[in-house]
């Protein structure tokens, strides 16, 4: 990252608003495998600097791992405010505030977070249950449950739990389940795809309901 932060920055300059890490490496849970996701805002974000981007990340160490959110301020400010529940807590500051830049999300921000996703996993695990019948798609949706997880938490609570093991301690008995499948989805095979597919459906049900 200090080598990264440097090359932006002497692209860009004073262009450059907000660095940041998420994901594992944000949650100090990261691997040699995970990806380094990286958020960078520019005061404006045009293709042409979508071009230089990509030129001087080249041959950066680790960049076949890197990925993340690129945008420019007014993208960052029109963006969705649910979509954006889980993007602003799960955000490490590496250069710059994203509190300048973006309003704390609210109990309605967290709510709105919980329907679309909730609706979207019960859409693509019942989808890839009747057509792809993948485990490596449904392991993807239980990575995608655990942010509904803690937009749920923080619907009741106020709080938002950002590590695994703060956010068990709070969970009932099925959501656990929902949890710990997330962060162990190697257990997710063609034989376990059935049992795995009619938890998350039947969870993301209830939360619709």
């Known amino acids: 990252m200090e080598v990264y932060q440097r090359t932006v920055l002497e692209a860009f300059g004073s262009r450059v608003l907000f660095i ?12 040699d495998r995970s990806d380094i996701d990286v958020v960078f805002i520019l005061d404006k974000m045009e293709f042409a600097d979508l071009e230089t981007y990509r030129e001087i990340t080249a041959g950066l160490p680790g960049r076949e791992l890197l990925c993340g959110f690129v945008a420019g301020r007014k993208e960052l400010e029109g963006w969705d ?10 955000t490490k ?3 710059g505030q994203l509190e300048n830049l973006l309003a704390i999300p609210t ?6 977070a919980v329907s679309v996703g909730a609706c979207n996993l019960y859409h693509a695990c019942s989808h890839n249950y009747l057509h792809a019948k993948s485990p490596e798609v449904l392991a993807s949706l239980y990575k ?9 938490y923080f619907c009741e609570s106020g709080r938002y739990a950002a590590h695994y093991y703060e956010l068990k301690e709070c969970l009932k008995e099925n959501e656990k389940a929902i949890l710990e499948t997330a962060m162990q989805a190697e257990q997710i095979n063609e034989k376990t795809f059935d049992n795995f597919s009619q938890l998350l459906l039947e969870w993301a049900s209830d939360l619709i309901c």
């Not at 995608?144 to 749920?152: D, E, G, M, T």
């Open 93 to 95: 500051s590496v250069y």
């Open 81 to 90: 405010k649910a979509d954006l529940f889980q993007f602003f807590f799960d």
């Open 20 to 31: 940041g890490i998420q994901g594992s490496y944000a949650r100090g849970e990261a691997t």
């Open 144 to 152: 995608s449950a655990r942010f509904v997880l803690q937009a749920a």
């Open 107 to 112: 109990e309605n921000d967290a709510r709105k």
